[in-house]
């Protein structure tokens, strides 16, 4: 999710200009953004962890994430446009690309490209319906090199990849999930949800989640068999109508945990309800969790905000390590 400018208008910005105005969107965003008082969402069963650590710093707003299977964790930052790459916990994060328009979501492929949204500005999220004219990245983990996969996309927010190497995209300020295929064929409107963000591909593939943003919050789930007939799974309780949900991923048990904003939660399905894996984290953009045996590991749960912190969440851990 995001509250900002177009790329357009902040390549006008240099200097202390550009600083100054970053500034005040991030102010802004933690104005509008802040934790809302209450939350309806009960904590998930108790466990004894530690509390969140800081793993990694950005120096902008941290819109998505990603890890690869070497334990080596993927960044887009707005602002600068640029993916970075963090070899392991504690590492200085290295910018792979310069301002490749990579504010949207990232996934890592089998191979270990990474596919990166762009267009999840304003200008292009808000006509992203109409006119679909977003790219999707490869772009290579050592190199940095960047190619176009796909174009023709609504300003793309959210990305999912699934078994089958099918991708589902995501555009915030319009209703559309697009959908490209391995063989690269682009529908920019495979499926309808208003106001779509966070996505994720259910591990036997046959349901795509998505999370509904705003105006009624909500969890769906997309029959890729049916994708005229989402199906609008778990809401959130009154209370936290204006939690904005933002980025979604998957617990090797298949069960969806999303990243909020205002809220400052990491929601968790359990049993068809929503419980709290954590809380008191403010403007989270994302969550995944690590993969291989080092650096950013398996079973571990990663968080991502507009603060540019990346933190491990150990109340999220898993038992057992994920492939």
């Given at each position: 999710m995001r509250w900002k400018a177009s790329r357009r208008g902040r390549a006008?910005?240099?200097?202390?200009?550009?600083?100054?105005?970053?500034?005040?969107v991030l102010a802004a965003a933690a104005g509008v953004l802040a934790p809302a008082p209450a939350h309806a969402a009960p904590a998930c069963p108790a466990t004894d962890a530690a509390?969140?650590?800081?793993?990694?710093?950005?120096?902008?707003?941290?819109?998505?994430?990603?890890?690869?299977?070497?334990?080596?964790?993927?960044?887009?930052?707005?602002?600068?446009?640029?993916?970075?790459?963090?070899?392991a916990p504690g590492r200085t994060p290295v910018a792979l690309t310069g301002d490749v328009g990579a504010n949207g979501g990232i996934?890592?492929?089998?191979?270990?490209?990474?596919?990166?949204?762009?267009?999840?500005?304003?200008?292009?999220?808000?006509?992203?319906?109409?006119?679909?004219?977003?790219?999707?990245?490869?772009?290579?983990?050592?190199?940095?090199?960047?190619?176009?996969?796909?174009?023709?996309?609504?300003?793309?927010?959210?990305?999912?990849?699934?078994?089958?190497?099918?991708?589902?995209?995501?555009?915030l300020g319009g209703r559309t999930i697009g959908r490209v295929t391995p063989r690269g064929h682009v529908d920019p409107a495979w499926a309808r949800v208003a106001q779509p963000n966070g996505v994720a591909v259910s591990p036997d593939g046959q349901q795509v989640y998505v999370i509904q943003t705003t105006v009624a919050p909500g969890l769906y789930r997309i029959p890729v068999d049916d994708p005229a007939h989402p199906v609008r799974w778990i809401?959130?309780?009154?209370?936290?109508?204006?939690?904005?949900?933002?980025?979604?991923?998957l617990d090797a048990a298949g069960r969806p945990l999303v990243a909020t904003h205002a809220a400052g939660q990491i929601w968790r399905v359990e049993d068809g309800r929503l419980c709290a894996v954590t809380s008191g984290?403010?403007?989270s953009t994302q969550v995944t969790y690590g993969r291989g045996d080092r650096g950013f590991a398996a079973g571990r749960l990663y968080r991502a905000g507009v603060d540019g912190r990346i933190q491990e969440v150990p109340a999220g851990a898993e038992g057992a390590a994920r492939d």
């Open positions: 006008g910005l240099h200097g202390r200009g550009r600083a100054l105005a970053c500034g005040a509390p969140p650590s800081t793993v990694a710093h950005l120096p902008d707003w941290v819109e998505s994430i990603a890890v690869d299977g070497r334990g080596r964790m993927f960044a887009t930052a707005y602002f600068t446009g640029r993916v970075y790459r963090i070899d996934v890592v492929r089998p191979d270990g490209r990474l596919l990166v949204g762009t267009g999840n500005d304003l200008a292009h999220s808000l006509t992203g319906d109409l006119f679909p004219t977003s790219k999707l990245l490869l772009v290579d983990p050592e190199s940095g090199g960047v190619t176009t996969y796909a174009d023709g996309l609504g300003g793309i927010d959210g990305v999912a990849l699934a078994p089958d190497g099918t991708v589902y995209t995501t555009t809401s959130p309780s009154a209370a936290d109508a204006l939690a904005l949900p933002d980025g979604l991923t984290m403010p403007l």
